[in-house]
């Protein structure tokens, strides 16, 4: 390894303090290779000095820097929880505040995880740190997407959504994006400090993943399933702080009514996530009409709702659902992942009963089954629902594979306000188009609506905040890419495999 006598390489060891203030100022600024900014270029950038300090620290001091940059990270990456749960949540400050900080707290410890084992492993040599730095930083990012439920936030694949290695997410999914931007900074970095036969491997493999990922661009993974299909989005646009006031249901369903019979030639028509603010027993008769001006008009109409039905012990349970109506029959599809302290809370009876007490949400909302009917049109066409921010956990949707044809996603983004969350959930949602090879309808209450077609792209965008209807013809899509046939597994095994063998190398040499 090359020695550097500049103080800048010097300062992991002999300036710890400023060392980390540095990592967590790197992790703040890698929020802008994010959606709304969406720099992408960034990203290897920032990766690059953290695993310089992987090879020259030790283990612990490099999982402590690894630990500051994801504080850095998910405290400008996250802080519209705050607004979530304190301006829309009416929680006091101080539980909105202690919710941000705890969840960056965990979220960064996860990657305090991520840099003690590449550290740990690559001990100090930098062709170790090429297979072993992003093994680490990909395993870690997939347990984050499970742990305590699941945060999957931030995973640095969504930021490359518009580069050149957005090719390798048909193929690898959002964690092999990850995994080959993190492999292209390790490669830079045993360009940078070597010469000689390693720098040449180094520069080849620094740019194998941009060049490689450039070509997977230009395949087509699926194929048109049929004729393109006209369908609409209606978003009311009704913030968040009003639209649970009971003057606003019926002038909310009358926008809904009278925009979906606005676009009758649209054959696929989406209202967003709980776009009547009621329990659907309530408004039954106002559904009968939407059902049977659908069925008149040769109408898909989607929309979301609160469900209220009895289980078999004849308890009432209340679902966040989708319904479809203009079908033969009535179709519904039941969100899963739900929200944890937002559709339901994970505390004991004592801490529930204080949240009673202090007006705070308290019930729980139930989850739907892990497998559901797909929606199925006249037609044919199948279409596979994500609500809310179910869409970021794609392993959850593979059962859908390869029968859906077009996805439908449907969101309530209004809880964050201006914030930058409705911009990364809409990134995230491109993900898993490109991934699957499939377009999205995509509506929400506030916004950001969209058409994304079946490689990312946005194929229409509306404003938000504001009433919108949004057209466009959209091509069903059919087959499988690489990733919806054999799902995460492929990088995921990739990842065990290289840590395994250098965990039992390196236990070996002790």
Known sequence: MVKYGHFI?????????????????????????????????????????????????????????????????????????????????RADEWIAFVLMIGLALIMSA???????????????????????????????EWLRGWVLTGFPWLALGYGQIDSPLSGWAPVLGVYGVSFMLVLSAAAALAMIMHRGALRIVGFVVCLFPWVAGGVLTLVDWTEPAGPTVRASIVQAGVGQDQKWNGDQLRPIMDFYRSSTLSVAESRIVVWPEVAIPSVQDRVEPFIEVVEAEARDNGQAVFFGILERRADEFGESRVFNSLFLVGTAERQVYRKRHLVPFGEYFPVPAGVREWMKMQNLPYADLAPGEDVQPLFALSDGLMLAAAICYEDAYPAEMAYAYPAANILVNVSNDAWFGKSIAPHQHLEIARMRSLESGRPTVRSTN???????????????VGRQFVPEIMTADIEPRRGDTPYTSAGNWPILGLCFAILGIFWIRNRASL
């Not at 929020?31 to 090879?55: K, M, Q, S």
């Not at 506030?446 to 229409?460: K, N, R, Y």
């Open 9 to 89: 390489f010097r300062i992991p060891a002999d300036r710890p303090l400023l060392s980390r203030l540095i990592a967590l100022t790197t992790g703040a600024v890698m929020t802008a290779a994010f959606a709304p900014l969406g720099l992408w270029f960034l990203a290897p950038v920032l990766v690059l000095p953290l695993l310089y300090i992987f090879l020259t620290v030790a283990p612990r001091d490099a999982a402590g820097h690894m630990f500051w940059f994801g504080l850095g990270l998910f405290l400008t990456g996250t802080y519209w929880i705050y607004i979530s749960v304190h301006v829309y949540g």
């Open 110 to 140: 996860l990657l305090w995880l991520a840099g003690w084992l590449a550290s740990r492993l690559s001990q100090g040599e930098t062709w170790i740190l090429m297979l072993v730095g992003p093994s680490a930083w990909v395993f870690v």
């Open 446 to 460: 506030t916004g950001i609506s969209a058409f994304i077609g079946p490689d990312g792209e946005l194929l229409a």
